[in-house]
T-cell receptor, first 113, second 114 residues
């Protein structure tokens, strides 16, 4: 099945700097890659997603890039703010007959004021 | 607020017991997913239902079972509980059954097995 790995597991950045989280996936047939943000005590929430026919997608301070050849995708957060502190999960669709997502283990991002 | 509700918020029980977790999806959503979140394993997919029928199964133990009722709410039953079953259990819902349909997560049920 699909295997999704995230790096680094923890990331600390100064407020205003950029944060980048990378994910790799194993199934070349995966075609949908969402990113979820989980704040303390809450469930994950979709913040941005990308499909395999697009290389980059941007939404205000958040962007996602996809490299299908290398089978990795990254989340970029610019001008980080304290409210960006959370756990971020990447996921990849599992192909071959089912409809589910395989999630990475999550990255703890800490924005230092 | 995602529109997905889960009850109870917290559950403390003993090994060997059985519990039922409940999930109400967002209005209009037909798909319900169950996930287990533990510290070292991240979000583990357990099972998916769509309009009352099982659609996909993940790493769900035989001691666990789920169902989706005609009103689309879902229940996850955990039996013969073990210490290792202590985790956060999330329910998510989406309008369709495909992986590219956005999943809306509930606030979770924290299960503690003593």
């Amino acid at each position: 099945g699909e295997n999704v790995e995230q790096h680094p597991s923890t990331l600390s950045v100064q407020e205003g700097d950029s944060a980048v989280i990378k994910c790799t996936y194993s199934d070349s047939a995966s075609n949908y890659f969402p990113w979820y943000k989980q704040e303390l005590g809450k469930g994950p929430q979709l913040i941005i997603d990308i499909r395999s026919n697009v290389g980059e997608k941007k939404d205000q301070r958040i962007a996602v890039t996809l490299n299908k050849t290398a089978k990795h995708f990254s989340l970029h957060i610019t001008e980080t703010q304290p409210e960006d502190s959370a756990v971020y999960f990447c996921a990849a669709s599992m192909a071959h007959g089912n409809n589910r997502l395989a999630f990475g283990k999550g990255n703890q991002v800490v924005v230092i004021p | 607020d995602s529109g997905v509700t889960q009850t109870p918020k917290h559950l403390i029980t003993a090994t060997g017991q059985r519990v039922t977790l409940r999930c109400s999806p967002r209005s209009g959503d037909l798909s319900v997913y169950w996930y287990q979140q533990s510290l070292d394993q991240g979000l583990q997919f357990l099972i998916q239902y769509y309009n009352g029928e099982e659609r996909a199964k993940g790493n769900i133990l035989e001691r666990f079972s789920a169902q989706q009722f005609p009103d689309l709410h879902s229940e996850l039953n955990l039996s013969s509980l073990e210490l290792g079953d202590s985790a956060l259990y999330f329910c998510a819902s989406s309008v369709g059954e495909r992986s590219y349909n956005e999943q809306f997560f509930g606030p979770g049920t924290r299960l503690t097995v003593l």
